[in-house]
């Protein structure tokens, strides 16, 4: 009995530290030999991620992260894309975990790439549900990043919303995200609780994001999973993916963008089918 307890103390001490150190909090399951990392999308949290670590954390070592000022977590400053990527690759060398498959929806699927494009040696595998290299360039493709992009005006339109013109629109966008209705609650509960600040800078943040070029960068296989609607505009994802050498694109039967809620069967076999391949 006392060392159920000593166990669960020490685990509940690494949980905090790596909470308190990070912009992201963590939580981590399972005792599978190879580590995967799950990175939730914009406002998200890493709840998204239940179903489908209760599915594989009895073969792996599931690290789930909600990113900070997101779905409840306490922001932090400094925010930015390039700061979470560098402070997740940060948190794979300080824990020593080696060569994790990073698993990402949405922007955390484009934090996967970024990461592993920018660190190739680090990872394993990485899957991206749903996220393109650059979503601006979908309806712009002479999309150019701007250098210091300035988000302040933003910032500032958001804040000043009221509660009411706030959750109205986080409505519409529970309601554009998903087929899922019993799930709509949820993600309207994950922007709620985000913090207005870190919400509008991270979405200005990344809507300036480009990474088709550095994806050329990605030596590790990558899965990448797509809501069916792009399937109608394949020439123009495969043309945005074109650099990714290691890129396994698959199209999902049904749904929205999140995928996970939307073909669920669907998702999960593509994922341990990619997962257990040359492992």
Excluded at 55 to 80: I, R
Excluded at 189 to 207: H, I, N, P, V
Excluded at 216 to 229: F, Q, Y
Excluded at 243 to 252: D, E, G, R, S
Aim: charged letters at 20%; hydrophobic letters at 40%.
């Amino acid at each position: 009995m006392k060392k159920a307890i000593l166990t669960s103390v020490i685990l509940l001490f690494s949980f905090l530290t790596f909470s308190q150190e990070y912009p992201f909090s963590i939580t981590k399951t399972g005792i599978g030999k190879q580590a995967l990392i799950f990175i939730p999308g914009f406002a998200s949290s890493g709840d998204v991620w239940n179903e489908t670590v209760k599915t594989l954390e009895n073969d792996y070592t599931c690290y789930v992260l909600t990113m900070a000022g997101f779905a409840g977590v306490p922001p932090k400053d400094n925010s930015s894309f390039e700061y979470w990527k560098a402070e997740i690759a940060k948190f794979i060398s300080d824990n020593k975990i080696n060569k994790p498959m990073v698993i990402g929806h949405s922007m955390g699927g484009a934090l996967a790439m970024a990461i592993a494009a920018d660190y190739p040696d680090l990872l394993n595998k990485i899957v991206v549900v749903d996220a393109l290299p650059c979503l601006l360039a979908l309806t712009n493709p002479e999309f150019k990043s701007v250098v210091d992009n300035d988000c302040s005006s933003f910032v500032d339109q958001i804040a000043k919303m009221s509660d009411d013109q706030f959750l109205q629109m986080q409505k519409i966008s529970a309601v554009s995200l998903s087929t899922n209705q019993s799930k709509h609650d949820e993600i309207l509960s994950w922007g709620l609780k985000s913090d207005r600040k870190t919400f509008a800078q991270m979405f200005c943040d990344f809507s300036n994001i480009d990474l088709r070029q550095r994806i050329k960068n990605i030596k590790v296989p990558s899965l990448i999973l797509l809501e069916a609607h792009f399937k109608y505009i394949e020439e123009s994802i495969s043309d945005q993916y074109k650099n990714l050498t290691t890129a396994q694109l698959k199209y999902a039967n049904q749904g929205l963008h999140f995928i996970m809620f939307d073909d669920k069967e669907w998702y999960i076999q593509q994922l341990i089918d990619f997962l257990k391949e040359q492992e």
